[in-house]
Structures are given as C-alpha cells and as structure tokens.
C-alpha cells in the first residue's frame, strides 16, 4: 500500500499542533468505522421490523457489510496511488456520511440494504489508507505516538460498540446510530482533507486488476447470496440456490487461475505456498466465521429467545470488553518473547472453554450466571487474532507484508461475513428439528397447563425451548471448531518476525484484526 509513496519527494514534517489533529481526526474516524460494525449488532432485531422485513433479511445487511468491506481492502492501494490520501479520504468519509444518511432516513429495505453496502466498502476504504498517512507523514519520534493511538482506537469500538449500541435501541432508537454517524464522518473528511492539502505524494495511475476484481466480486457476491437465501428459499431444493453456487464457485477457480499468473495480482496467491501463511489464513477465516457467526447469534438470540433487550444484552457483552483490552495489551508485550503458535493455541482453548460454557446454559439462567462466560471469552479474546496474523505475515516485510495484510484482510471480514447466515441457518434447522421432537410429546408437556391456556402456553413453550436446545448446539460446534483451528497450529512453523520496526508490525495486525 505505501511502498510507492516511500519514494515520493520529501515534504515538510508536521507541527506539533497539526501531529496532534491529524492524530485525533484519523482515530476518530478509525473509531467510527470499526464501532459500527459491532453497535449494529442488536440493533438488527429492531431494524427488521421497523423496515417490516424477517430478521433473517435484517441479517443481510450486517453480512453485506463485512463484504463490502473485504473487497474495499485490495482496492484500497489503487485509490491511494490514483488520487491520493487526501482526495481518498475525503471521498470514503463523505461516502460514508451519505450511507449513513440513507439508512437514517429510509424504511425500504432495498435502499436500506445497498446503503450499508455502500457504507461498508467506502468504510473499509479508510482504514488502510488512514494507517498510510500515518506511516507517511509521521516523522519516526511520533510515528510511535501515532500507531499506539492507532491501536486503541482499533480494538475499542468493537468491543464497546454492542453495549453502547444496545444502550442507543433502547434509549434513542436504532436510526441515531446513523444520525450520529453523519456529522462525525463528514467533520473527519473536511478536517483531515484540510490537513492533507498540498502534502500529496505524486499521483501514480497503477494498473487495477480489472478482471480479477470482477472475478472476485461475482464469486464473493454469488456465494454470500446464497448463503443468505438458502433458509428462505429452501437451500438445494431452489434452482436459485444451485445456479448461485454454481456460478460463484466458477468465479472462484476463475479468480484463482487468473491471479496465479498475473503481473499484478489483486491478491498475491502466492503466499498460500508458504506453509506459516497458509495455516495462518486458514485459522484466521474460520475463526472469523466461528466467532462473528456466533457474536451475532448470541446478540440476536437473546433478544428474540430470551426477551433481552439490546441494552441487556450489550451488559452482557461489557465484561468482554474490558477484559479484552487487558488481553491485548498483554498478548503484544509477550508476542515477540512466548511463541505465537502457543499464545494462540491457549486463546483459542480459551474460547473453547468458553463455547462449552455457553451451550449449557437455559431459559432459567439468572443474569449472574451468563455474564461470567463472557468475562472468560474477555480474558482470550485480545490475544486470539495477533498470534493468527503473527503465523502468517511470518518471515514477510516491507511491501510483502503489506500485500500479506491485503490477503488476510479479506478473508478475515469474508469469514465474518460468512459466518452470520450459516450459523443462522444452522441455528434455524435446528430450531425447527427440536420443535419438531418436543411436539411429538405433546401431551406430556400440554399436562402441566390448564385446558384453558394449555395451547398457548405449550406453543411458546416449544418455541423457546427448542431455541435454546439449538442455542446450544450451536456453541457445542463452536466449541469443537475451536478446538481444530488450536490443533491446525501445530502444524505451523515458529514465527520469524522480519520487519524491525516493532509499532509498524502492531500496526499491520491490528489492520487484519475485527
């Protein structure tokens, strides 16, 4: 991403006011970017009905979020190169605002939808970018100051952001996360453009690997739809679901083929023939799955289930917020003395333990009770992505590394994109499979309510049990998948960390990191 610019002319070192500002505009806009993707999480029941949709639509615009986002990643470099920092991210955060403004404002579902796509991909834009303007225009003695406030504004909002977004549901309504959105993202373009006038680096106009981001985008779009329609319209059994699959696995080998022997590859497919990289993407897409798919689950469920509301729910989820920032803060410091492969290995046994956990629970189970799996998962959840991207990048720096951070971008947020609807389905199949069980024995549950209430206490009876039984399951799965990814790290090789500059290694994982 930045590799062209280090060659630009040099330019005038910053005062110490302007270091301060730009410092406070591109966190504050890092910030923004990264807490809506977690403050919309409870708010999705919500949505769904207020734009009159299932809540499986409503799922919809949270996946297409994240991969509008994971294709913004390996485009990011051109719109850097082609236009420059300032231009990019004065267009991205006013892209941003307009999106922001449409989902505020509109109840069709259409409009709402390719809004938060539009959101996403120009969000996703920002990020690598505003870490380039840091790597470029910080002289090395600040350089530090803004990478260590890169950091907290990277880990921060996404944790925080469905306890504070649950608190806006209740207490605003969902729309002012939008409304809240469109001030702040149009102060950070204006600010930063201001900013970053005159301090452009020479505009290059790189070749974009046209073919393969239309590969890659009809193999992204074609399987997330049908990820997303197959409950609804009833997975193999529709002509719809087998042509999408069919078309988005064309796609994909397409893709592959074309960038194995590009000049200048989109992603570099290459890095798959190192073993450390190849195990690293691998344990870090389906942890991504595992662990978006069931966030939103948990996010969801207990509203629709348990009769939480987003606020509760976000209270749930503090605890494991603020452990989080202690993990991470320690994974860092022992990331480059214990092996990352064991740092790893022990947060993931540690979000095992804390799946497991989870799948006993009940409809009876006070607050008290669930809240303490969420501080166990808090206490392994800052070390769970660095050691995985630590894996990967291993052995890779400068320019490499930059288009190793792409790679892995893309299958960190396609996993989260992913892991939404098929958790959903699973959780609904089996939802439907337990109601099915429980009503076979009908009469010795209809026996404990009196005639009068008898059919509707025993419906709802059997919706919420079998819900929480399928609850269940899904965190027994999750469990065990965790437990795989841990065993696929034995297999990797012990970490080589070749960029010498320590901050800028942080940086770049917290670029890959949700």
């Known amino acids: 991403m930045t590799s062209s610019l280090r060659v630009a002319a040099p330019i005038p070192a910053l005062s110490a006011s302007m270091v301060i500002l730009l410092n406070l505009v591109i966190g504050l806009g890092h910030f923004l970017v990264l807490f809506n993707t977690g403050a919309y999480l409870p708010m999705i029941p919500r949505v769904a009905g207020s734009l009159g949709v299932n809540p499986a639509y409503a799922d919809w615009t949270q996946a297409n979020f994240f991969l509008a986002m994971a294709l913004a ?25 307009l999106a922001s403004a449409i989902c505020a404002q509109t109840s069709n579902y259409h409009w709402f939808l390719a809004a938060r796509i539009v959101q996403g991909y120009a969000g996703g834009l920002t990020i690598p970018i505003s870490l380039g303007v840091i790597l470029r225009h910080y002289t090395p003695q600040r350089r530090n100051i803004g990478l260590t406030l890169w950091g907290v504004a990277a880990i921060t909002p996404f944790t925080l952001g469905p306890t504070i977004g649950g608190w806006i549901t209740d207490s605003l309504g969902w729309r002012w996360l939008f409304y809240l959105n469109m001030p702040i993202a149009v102060a950070v373009a204006l600010i930063s453009a201001i900013l970053l006038v005159g301090r452009e680096a020479e505009h290059l106009h790189p070749p974009l690997d046209w073919p393969g981001l239309i590969f890659l985008l009809i193999a992204l779009a074609a399987l997330e739809s049908a990820l997303n329609s197959g409950e609804i319209i009833s997975w193999w059994r529709s002509n719809t679901i087998i042509f999408l699959t069919i078309i988005g696995a064309a796609a994909l080998v397409f893709f592959a083929l074309w960038e194995w022997h590009s000049i200048h590859p989109l992603l570099e497919l290459r890095f798959l023939r190192r073993r450390n990289f190849l195990i690293g993407a691998i344990a870090l897409f389906f942890t991504a799955l595992f662990f978006q798919g069931t966030m939103a689950l948990y996010i969801v469920g207990f509203q629709l289930t348990m009769g939480y509301s987003a606020w509760m729910v976000g209270l749930l989820l503090l605890p494991m917020a603020i452990f989080s920032k202690l993990s991470a803060t320690l994974t860092q410091r022992f990331l480059n003395h214990i092996d990352a492969r064991i740092l790893g290995m022990i947060s993931l046994l540690g979000f095992s333990a804390g799946s497991f956990w989870v799948s006993s629970y009940n409809r009876t189970a006070s607050f008290d009770e669930l809240i303490w799996p969420q501080i166990l998962v808090g206490m392994f959840l800052g070390g769970l992505f660095p050691p995985l991207i630590a894996i990967a990048l291993s052995g890779l720096r400068g320019a490499a590394e930059m288009r190793g951070t792409a790679f892995l971008n893309l299958l960190r947020v396609s996993g989260q994109a992913m892991g939404i609807p098929i958790i959903a389905t699973l959780f609904d199949r089996r939802t439907i499979l337990h109601a099915h069980f429980l009503t076979e024995n009908g009469g010795t549950i209809t026996s404990m309510f009196n005639a009068s209430v008898k059919s509707a206490r025993t419906s709802d009876y059997i919706t919420h049990h079998a819900a929480m039984l399928a609850f269940n399951e899904i965190f027994y799965i999750a469990a065990w998948g965790f437990l795989i990814v841990a065993a696929l790290l034995l297999l990797a090789k012990r970490v080589v960390f070749a960029e010498p500059d320590v901050r800028v290694r942080q940086a770049l994982e917290e670029l890959v990191e949700p």
């Not at 990643?73 to 605002?97: C, H, I, K, V």
Request: hydrophobic share 60%; no cysteine; glycine share 8%.
């Open 73 to 97: 990643f390996p485009t990011a470099t051109w719109f850097l190169n082609r236009w420059g920092e300032m231009r990019s991210l004065l267009g991205a955060f006013l892209a941003f605002a």
